[in-house]
């Protein structure tokens, strides 16, 4: 898989059985398709909101610890599911994240949102205690969980900048 950072960075994620040759070769064929990301990023760099003072990101990551871990957990309930623990992080690149034992991490910037798009979020992260991958099925089961979810995820996208503040 290839990734453009929103710096510009060109990340190439290798199987477990592949090698960098492989790897080198791939991102050789793509990079007409990585120019057109480093664009994109480049423009988005451009139009980039002005950055939060330090007081209002501080009172921002104060609300998101009062409330996220609450909100993750009356979900969890909702859904029949434990969670082991629950941190909120300033993570720059995920709006959240799920362990195989069960403890979740959530970013701060969750708190930015609206309130449709953060429950899919915290539903997302919760589906993967019953499946810790990415297929069909799990699809399914957040799409049950969360009927607006293909609309947040269309808003996540527009608004991946979020993660940048």
């Not at 330090?54 to 921002?60: E, F, G, P, Q, S």
């Not at 919760?126 to 297929?135: A, E, N, Q, T, V």
């Amino acid at each position: 898989m290839i990734r453009v950072q929103p710096d510009g960075t060109v990340r190439v994620t290798v199987p477990r059985w592949g090698s960098k040759r492989q790897a080198q070769d791939f991102a050789d064929q793509q990079c007409a398709w990585i120019e057109r990301q480093r664009r994109r990023a480049e423009q988005r760099r451009l139009e980039a909101r002005p950055e939060l003072p330090t007081d209002t990101i501080n009172a921002l990551r104060l609300q998101a610890h009062a409330q996220l871990p609450d909100q993750l957990r009356r979900l969890a309930d909702i859904n029949g599911l434990r969670v082991s623990r629950v941190s909120v992080r300033n993570q720059r690149w995920r709006w959240g994240s799920c362990s195989p034992n069960g403890h979740i991490c959530l970013n701060w910037r969750l708190v930015l949102m609206p309130d449709f798009v953060r429950e899919y979020v915290l539903i997302h992260e919760l589906m993967h205690l019953k499946r810790l991958d990415h297929s069909k099925a799990f699809w399914k089961l957040v799409a049950a969980a969360c009927p607006r979810s293909t609309e947040a995820r269309k808003w996540l996208r527009a608004n991946a900048d979020l993660l940048a503040c």
